[in-house]
């Protein structure tokens, strides 16, 4: 069975960096195509960033382009989403997702995490 854990939310301050990750286990990582969404308290989850099986063409909704970075790491099992200049506006549960077919911005995931939480004060 595919679980997904996500690491390294928290509580920071408006301008600090965060770095989450999440490790993929039970099945072939390469094999996925991998995601964040997040979801703020009272509102829908949302797409964040998104990255191919092999990595290439990584892309992020607009509201947060500029100031996130996806990667992975095939050999650890790994996708990281790399935030900058975190905003109150972020705070959030981050999800990450991964899907073998599925590419894109829709919730349409096969496989999710339990989330972590990241807490941005002014």
């Known amino acids: 069975q595919v679980q997904l854990v996500e690491s390294g939310g928290g509580v920071v301050q408006a301008g600090d960096s965060l770095r989450l990750s999440c490790e993929v286990s039970g099945g072939a990582f390469s094999s996925y195509a991998m995601a964040w969404f997040r979801q703020a308290p009272g509102k829908d989850r949302e797409f964040v960033a998104a990255?191919?099986?092999?990595?290439?063409?990584?892309y992020y909704a607009d509201s947060i382009q500029g100031r996130v970075t996806i990667s992975r790491d095939n050999a650890k099992n790994t996708v990281n989403l790399q935030m900058d200049s975190l905003k109150p506006d972020d705070t959030a549960v981050y999800y990450c997702?991964?899907?073998?077919?599925?590419?894109?911005?829709?919730?349409?995931?096969?496989?999710w995490g339990r989330g972590t939480q990241v807490t941005v004060s002014s």
């Open positions: 997702a991964a899907d073998r077919i599925y590419y894109g911005y829709l919730a349409s995931y096969d496989y």
């Open positions: 990255i191919s099986w092999t990595g290439a063409s990584p």
